[in-house]
């Protein structure tokens, strides 16, 4: 009787976080059907320098395509930096998992924003992302338009610069893009912002391993109700990023003042540094992360950790 209610309990509590998820998904200052801000970058404050630099849309103008496909996640959507083929360098790879009822139309102004700083950023309209598989398919596919002569990315796309970026549940789906997935070799580096904790994703049957990750990692989450009470209390971001020891270099921290959808956003100064360092060598945005750095003095973050 006790394990029949227990799994009840759980049953319901994957119901209601399914539910508060969607219902996080409509951003203050979004357009209709938008998950994210048209405007977000000035939207968000920070009085921390390197954050506001790199929270600023970046030099690149931007062009950006939608390719159709069979399977159900519709098509893959690409932002990219305008002027690929006159580019005297091929550019760099963000994958991007979607969050529970977000899909990548819906994140269009966060996906300008990494393709102003020189990235390639494609996803696709995957709702159910945790398991990676339309990471693994949209990369491929990015991969073969890079070999395909025609093709706006024909030799355009850095392979030896791949990232996996994901929210919510698309955070245990980056991380199954970067260890169980065939294509988990190719990625460089990722950033997992406000992953279901490991409790919630095992009562939802969403599996993942961060002890599996070994790679450069970056676990974010916000301070508000729902974020720290019910997807990823503090206690489990700490345990992702404990369990992800085989990682060579590990950060995580908690922005104050933020929820669970407005992650989604509200980090990217910090996201975008990350990735900037990682797949393009910009050693100023490396400095965020030193010890004794800009993010752990921010006091916009609390529990910094970095390994």
């Known amino acids: 009787m006790h394990s029949l209610f227990g799994r009840a309990r759980r049953l ?65 959507i690409v932002w990219y930096p305008a002027g690929l083929a006159e580019a ?49 398919k949209s990369l491929e596919w990015l991969l073969a338009e890079n070999e395909r002569k025609g093709s706006v990315f024909y030799r355009r796309v ?42 919630l994703a095992r009562n939802l049957k969403w599996t993942y391993a961060p002890e599996k990750v070994e790679i450069p990692v970056f676990y974010l989450a916000g301070s508000g109700f729902f974020d720290s009470r019910i997807i990823i209390p503090p206690q489990e971001l700490l345990r992702l990023f404990e369990l992800s020891s085989r990682s060579p270099f590990r950060v995580m921290a908690i ?8 992650m989604l956003y509200k980090a990217d100064g910090y996201v975008t540094a990350w990735f900037l360092y990682w797949l393009q060598g910009d050693k100023a945005a490396g400095a965020v992360f030193r010890k004794g750095g800009e993010l752990a003095r921010n006091p916009l973050y609390e529990k910094v950790r970095i390994e």
């Open 158 to 199: 850095d392979r030896k610069a791949v990232g996996a970026f994901g929210h919510s549940q698309g955070g245990v789906g980056a991380v199954n893009a970067v260890t169980v997935q065939p294509g988990r070799r190719l990625y460089k580096a990722a950033a997992v912002e406000s992953p279901t904790g490991l409790p």
């Open 255 to 262: 922005r104050r003042e933020s929820d669970h959808g407005e």
């Open 88 to 136: 005297e360098k091929a550019r760099p790879v963000l994958v991007l998992c979607n969050g529970t009822g977000v899909r990548a139309s819906s994140a269009a102004a966060m996906m300008r924003h990494f393709a102003s700083w020189g990235f390639i950023i494609l996803g696709s309209e995957d709702e159910n992302s945790w398991e990676g598989l339309s990471a693994q």
């Open 12 to 76: 319901v509590q994957g119901v209601l976080a399914l539910c508060s998820l969607s219902a996080l998904f409509s951003a203050p200052g979004a357009a209709l059907g938008s998950a994210v801000p048209d405007r977000y970058e000035t939207a968000v404050k920070t009085q921390a320098p390197l954050e506001q630099k790199y929270l600023r849309p970046g030099p690149f103008p931007t062009a950006n395509l939608e390719h159709p496909v069979p399977e159900k996640w519709k098509k893959y």
